[in-house]
């Protein structure tokens, strides 16, 4: 059971390098969300999706773009990398908005 | 104020107690509730729903107050393996996103 896979899970960048996060979940749910998790900060929604082919802004979407062009993946883009989006990224789906939902392993990112 | 609110902690507890973790949300309007757990430097993961009636897992026990907006997870026989940190999530009325406490830290100690 795969579940929820994120790639890469380790990654250093250059300020203002590009990168992407890619997100697949093979349980079919429609919603798939990305966080980031800060030390003293909780887990915050940066983008959402609810189903294939949308995206929708969280609380956090400032410096990201998402796409969802397949119902399985969902990728998070940095176009240029800063030291403030230092952070672990959690990528997660539900099968609807409101239920449980399951999350990738993260990724570990530093920009130097 | 935060949407979803809960004492950091640490709460440390010899092995057998009995230990409780709160959660207050600030909308009325949320509809479902839950508890995660995550261990150290790994992903959040389901440990129990929450519903109106309260609800009990083994030792474990959820209970929501709408009225007064609290939720509280209580853990009997606390184990070793119960140190981690528990994060308080609502999902608000536009039913899309989960929105996490910041997390209580447990550390059960021999």
């Known amino acids: 059971n795969a579940g929820v896979t994120q790639t890469p899970k380790f990654r250093v960048l250059k300020t203002g390098q590009s990168m992407t996060l890619l997100c697949a979940q093979d349980?079919?749910?429609?919603?798939m969300y990305w966080y980031r998790q800060d030390p003293g900060m909780g887990l915050r929604l940066i983008h959402y999706s609810v189903g294939e082919g949308t995206t929708a802004k969280g609380e956090v979407p400032d410096g990201y773009n998402v796409s969802r062009l397949k119902k399985q993946n969902f990728l998070l883009g940095l176009e240029s990398a800063a030291p403030s989006q230092t952070s672990v990224y959690f990528c997660a789906s539900s099968p609807w908005g409101g239920a449980e939902a399951f999350f990738g392993q993260g990724t570990r990112l530093t920009v130097v | 104020r935060k949407e979803v609110e809960q004492d950091p902690g640490p709460f440390n507890v010899p092995e057998g107690a009995t230990v409780a973790f709160n959660c207050t949300y600030s909308n009325s309007a949320s509809q479902s509730f839950f508890w995660y757990r995550q261990d150290c430097r790994k992903e959040p993961k389901l440990l129990m729903s929450v519903y109106s009636s309260g609800n009990e897992d083994g030792r474990f026990t959820a209970q929501l107050n709408r009225a007064s907006q609290y939720i509280s997870l209580l853990i009997r026989d606390s184990k070793l393996s119960d140190s981690a940190t528990y994060l308080c999530?609502?999902?608000?009325?536009?039913?899309?996103?989960?929105?996490f406490g910041k997390g209580t830290s447990l550390l059960v100690t021999p």
């Open positions: 349980m079919n749910h429609e919603y």
């Open positions: 999530v609502v999902v608000g009325p536009a039913g899309y996103a989960l929105n």
